[in-house]
């Protein structure tokens, strides 16, 4: 049995504050999110937070995926943690335009990697902070000089 995972850790800023209160809102992401990794949806528990926030977990047959937003800073941290032939960065795409982020800050970490206590079994493998990308103007933008993002 192979025990090699990746562990995804998402910061979301600039979200959609709404949204992030929403549970039901939270939930269609995160499923969608797990659907389009590749992922099977064995379980869904999630909480919201008076006055606001919710936080809870998506249990995937290859493990999870997690959220805790803080809606008054447009916020979530999300872990999206699998094993097998899950995509994690597939569920990241779609959370980042789900939650309407305007900035995410991803670190990719590889996990079970050696078992046998004489090595590392943990080795983060990348970090980096993206935005999402912006639509291009077309030429009615052009001419007005309307922010295509307004759309």
Not at 47 to 66: C, D, K, T, W, Y
Not at 140 to 148: E, H, K, L, R, S
Request: charged fraction near 25%; include cysteine.
């Amino acid at each position: 049995m192979r025990t090699n995972s990746i562990h995804l850790l998402v910061e979301y800023f600039d979200c959609d504050r709404t949204l992030l209160d929403d549970v039901a809102q939270v939930e269609a992401a995160l499923c969608r999110a797990a659907d389009a990794a590749g992922a099977t949806v064995m379980d869904i528990a999630l909480h919201r937070f008076a006055p606001q926030g919710v936080s809870g977990v998506v249990v995937i047959a290859e493990s999870h995926l997690s959220i805790h937003t803080w809606p008054e800073y447009g916020y979530a941290a999300v872990d999206v943690y699998t094993c097998g032939e899950c995509d994690p960065l597939l569920a990241h795409e779609v959370l980042l335009a789900a939650l309407r982020a305007g900035r995410a800050e991803l670190m990719t970490v590889e996990r079970g990697l050696d078992l046998s206590g004489r090595g590392h079994a943990m080795k983060v493998t990348r970090h980096r902070s993206e935005r999402p990308p912006q639509p291009a103007p077309d030429d009615d933008d052009v001419a007005t000089g309307a922010d295509p993002r307004a759309r």
